[in-house]
Each structure stands twice: as C-alpha cells, then as structure tokens.
C-alpha cells in the first residue's frame, strides 16, 4: 500500500532555534498534503493545508510566519517551526491525499521537543 | 462548524464482550465520516470509511443521518483490539482529507 514517509520521528532542540519536518510520498504524487498537529492525550489539530506549487492554507489561529510550510515537489512538503518556544513542543503529523483512488495516508509522527 | 464529538474517553470492555465506540459529528453538507485507529507508538491506520462499507477487523460502522452518529461496533471485542480511536469527518471535493478529529477514545480489552 502506498507509504507516507515523515522525518525526523523526534527531534529535540534549543528555544529560538528552527527545525523542519518532511513529509514525503513514496509511491504516489500528492498534490495536497496537511499537517496536524497532536498535544498530549488530545486529539489532533488540523494545522495547515499544503498545497504543491502554491502557498499554505492555515487554519484559523494558526501562526504562518511560526509554521513555514512548503510543498515544492507532488511527493514533498516540509513543515519548519521557526524559532521554535517550548509551547511549541508536540507531536506533528502529515497526511497525503492521493488523488486517484481518494484516500488519506498519515505520516508516522515527528515529536518535537523545545527545551 | 464541522464537529466530531466522542463521548467517551475511556472504554474497558473483556474480550469477548461487544464493544460500541459513539462517535456524533454536525455538518452542513455531506460528510464522509472515518475511523481511525492508533496503535501504541504507531501512525494512525484507516479502519474504516463510511463510503466504501468495508469491514476490517471485524469492526462495522454505519452512518445515521438521523441521528448524525457514525458509532464503531464489534460483536467480540479481543486483546489486540485495544489502542486509541479516533472519528474523523471530512468535507467532499477540494476540501477532501481536511480531517476534524473527534477527542479519541482509548480501548481497553481485558482478558
């Protein structure tokens, strides 16, 4: 079946610091990606809508200059949390939509860890 | 707005024993309504979408428009079946895959 791949899986890192999260199709072309994003037993958050060749779409109350987002290839989007703040610690995930058969498929998580 | 409501937070059930996972959602249009299932330490996993009816794992869902309930049941819960379960519902067209997430229940299945 099709595989999303999100790396790094954890990263922890300095405040003020910025790291970015890929997130990559492997067998399929995804002309829209999304990340979420999950804290501590809560559910997840749609974050932003990344969409190949043309700017994010972010969700109401989400930061664009906090969380660049960048899909500059149909297998490839990047999430980079700029100068990331311990309250930007979470766990983020990424979905493909493969357009052919209209399924989702998730990334396996990248925990992010701001100390 | 688009929401998911999973009542249940927690659900501890012994193998063998139904299990039923409430799920309710509001919508203006015409949702496609999901569940998910999330191993320990484990990426989310499709287990079932409205649209297509499938049954995996023995597990079954049906839409209630009436009702506007998509509630998850097995008729025998086992061990394995234990993890956390999310409802999930998504617009149609463009808007397809813009999931909202219900709170998640945890499944526990004694032996």
């Known amino acids: 079946g099709a595989v999303v791949s999100q790396h790094p899986s954890r990263v922890i890192c300095k405040s003020g610091t910025s790291v970015k999260i890929e997130c990559r199709s492997l067998d399929f072309q995804a002309t829209t990606m999304f990340w979420y994003r999950q804290f501590p037993k809560q559910s997840l958050m749609l974050m932003a809508t990344?969409?190949?060749?043309?700017?994010?779409?972010?969700e109401q109350g989400v930061e664009k200059d906090k969380f660049l987002i960048n899909h500059a290839s149909l297998t490839l989007s990047t999430l980079t949390v700029t100068s990331a703040h311990p309250e930007d610690s979470s766990f983020y995930i990424c979905?493909?939509?493969?357009?052919?058969?209209?399924?989702?498929?998730f990334g396996s998580g990248t925990q992010l860890s701001v100390l | 707005a688009q929401r998911v409501t999973q009542p249940e937070k927690l659900l501890s059930v012994f193998k063998g024993a139904p299990v039923e996972l409430k799920c309710n959602y509001s919508?203006?249009?015409?949702?496609?309504l999901f569940w998910y299932v999330q191993y320990s330490r484990q990426r989310l996993q499709l287990l079932l979408r409205?649209?297509s009816r499938e049954s995996i794992k023995g597990f079954t869902a049906d839409l209630n428009k009436g009702e506007t309930s998509f509630h998850l049941k097995k008729p025998f819960a086992q061990e394995e079946d234990s993890a956390m379960y999310y409802c999930?519902?998504?617009?149609?067209?463009?808007?397809?895959?813009?999931?909202?997430f219900g709170q998640g229940t945890i499944l526990t299945v004694h032996p």
């Open positions: 919508y203006s249009g015409s949702p496609e």
């Open positions: 999930a519902l998504s617009g149609g067209g463009t808007s397809y895959g813009k999931l909202t």
């Open positions: 409205h649209i």
């Open positions: 979905s493909a939509r493969e357009e052919r058969y209209e399924k989702l498929f």
């Open positions: 990344s969409n190949e060749g043309s700017k994010a779409t972010y």
